[in-house]
């Protein structure tokens, strides 16, 4: 009885049974009436006109209800095929979405004349894809953290090996070389933890009154090194203005530090930088704006996915990002109650990211 085939067969010789009993009481009522009105002058002649009249109702109701068993029948041949029909292609995206689920996103899918069916496989397929570019980049995310770890893990236990053999001494330098090489580890493991602390919406958030320009300005110039080792002209534009807001230094200065580390990696030598913090209606606004290598239209939304990576980027030496920068950096700007947005006239043409977070009430 659960079965769509056996509800849509119901249904169908449902809807018939009642229109075939209603067309049966209705003849029933008006077809005596109309012979009456019909043949007036045989219904004068006593026995002979309601015998008549009787033999006449009898008739109709036999042919009522043999055109009706006859519709039930014909109605139930075609319930069944409709029926057939309707489920045959439900069956196949049942079978579609099971190979998915078991994680074979390639899965065929059935073409369905019915445009909503059409539109649900269109819709299933469009998930096995996206599924499957998440599994890939899970999986791609996996080999590159198992390398980051690798090299730091590597160089450790060669330098304590070293010590325990005596071939090297233990002296602050070399003792150096291993904080440095845990700090890295440290930092890879605190990505990964903000990534799912992000996902499960449980960012944690130490919220002051502060100016936003300042911390703008103060994480902005931390980086100054960094772009002129690159031989990259770094602007910070932060005005006289006050911003005041109720936010978490830490983590707009981490917001920060990731835009320009973002820029950094995507402009040339003697490229430009400009970081700029203003007021936009009740909103402190940063902008972080480069002349480097830009964005197509498709990758304005999907950078800020977990563990993407734009295509034919190119490649700097010691990086060391794992593609969710900018997934937390979304997160905790959004976690503020503003957001962060990207924006590209296009490939080679520089970008502009823009965070927006609310101004305090009684700024």
Known sequence: MNRLTTRLLLSHLLIVVIGALVTFLVVRELAPRLFDTTVPGRMGRGGQGQALREQFAAAVDRAVLIGALAGTVAAALAGVVAALRIVRPINGLRDAARAIAHGRYDAPLPTPRDRELAELA??????????????????????????????????IDGYVEGMMDGVLPTTPHELGQVSSEVRRLRRLAEDLSALSRADEGQLNLTCADVDFGD?????????????????????????????????????????????????????????????????????????????????????????????????????????SGHGIGLTISRALARGHGGDLTAASPGAGHGSTFTMTIPLRDDA
């Not at 990731?258 to 402009?267: D, F, H, P, T, Y």
């Not at 290598?293 to 734009?310: N, T």
Request: hydrophobic share 40%; charged share 30%.
């Open 122 to 155: 269109l819709d299933l397929g469009s998930l096995g894809r996206s599924l499957a570019d998440t599994e890939g980049r899970r999986l791609r995310l996996l080999g590159e953290v198992a390398h980051e770890m690798r090299t730091p893990l590597t160089v």
């Open 215 to 319: 911390v703008v300005r103060t994480a902005a110039e931390r980086l100054r090194g960094q772009a002129e080792d690159a031989g990259v002209n770094l602007l910070i534009e932060t005005g006289q203005e006050p911003l005041p807001v109720s936010a978490d230094p830490d983590r707009i200065a981490q917001i920060v530090t990731n835009l320009v580390g973002n820029a950094l990696r995507a402009v040339a030598p003697r490229g430009r930088i400009v970081v700029r913090s203003i007021r936009s209606g009740a909103s402190a606004m940063l902008t972080v704006t480069d002349d480097g290598e830009g964005l197509d239209s498709a990758d304005l939304e999907r950078i800020f996915e977990r563990f993407y990576r734009v295509p034919g980027r190119r490649s700097v030496e010691g990086e």
